[in-house]
């Protein structure tokens, strides 16, 4: 598990610098920014960086603020990450209220069970170990924010693959968003449903948490 985090660690660090250049783009002002897309793109962006950190960090350290903040530093990048391609699929239908009414209270749900889910970790002092030790947190409400984010993500798809597949003229924007939209789904969904199942099958409170926490960045 260590070497696995330290490898996706070091992956996603190379890829800030290789796409450095968008930051920069802003800072000259060579590139637009838009708002409010670009405000969840960095929180996205930045919170994985630091979630990261964070798992690092309590793999040696065990404190019950480290472990809160690497759940909402995961949970703010998955929010980012959704809210962004809901922005990104409202603009493809043109602000339609068929798509902006649904997409907008889901988000808001998806925000709000995202939001509580940060601060459900149970964490203990251990006379034992000398430490804090994560003990559990609340499966059922972790199995339903899993299973929310997937939905939402779903949803999300069906109207981006609804309005692209009726799209004609494919052009190269229309290979590329609905590449990014199906890459997306299926990596968000397959790492939502692995603590999703695990959890299902009742098994150990700590290695359920932990994977959580590392599902998070």
Avoid at 163 to 181: E, P, Q
């Amino acid at each position: 598990y260590g070497k696995l985090v330290f490898a996706l660690f070091g992956v996603y660090v190379w890829e800030l610098f290789q796409t450095s250049g968008f930051e920069w783009s802003l800072i000259t002002r060579s590139r637009k920014f838009t708002w409010p897309l670009v405000i969840f793109f960095f929180q996205c962006r930045y919170c994985i960086l630091l979630a990261l950190i964070g798992i690092i960090i309590s793999m040696t350290v065990r404190n019950p603020a480290l472990y809160t903040f690497n759940s909402w530093a995961g949970n703010m990048a998955i929010l980012g990450a959704s809210t962004s391609l809901m922005l990104r699929t409202i603009a493809i239908w043109e602000r339609k209220l068929k798509v902006v009414v649904p997409l907008c209270l889901l988000c808001l749900a998806h925000w709000g069970l995202l939001w509580r889910g940060m601060f459900l970790l149970n964490v203990q002092w251990s006379t034992t170990e000398q430490t804090c030790v994560l003990q559990s947190s609340n499966h059922i409400f972790l199995n339903v924010t899993f299973f929310m984010t997937m939905g939402f993500d779903l949803t999300i798809l069906t109207f981006t693959l609804t309005k692209l597949v009726r799209h004609k003229a494919r052009s190269d924007l229309w290979s590329l968003l609905f590449t990014d939209g199906l890459v997306y789904f299926i990596t968000a969904f397959c790492f939502n449903a692995l603590p999703a199942v695990r959890s299902l099958h009742h098994l150990h409170a700590a290695p359920s948490v932990l994977t959580i926490l590392g599902v998070r960045s």
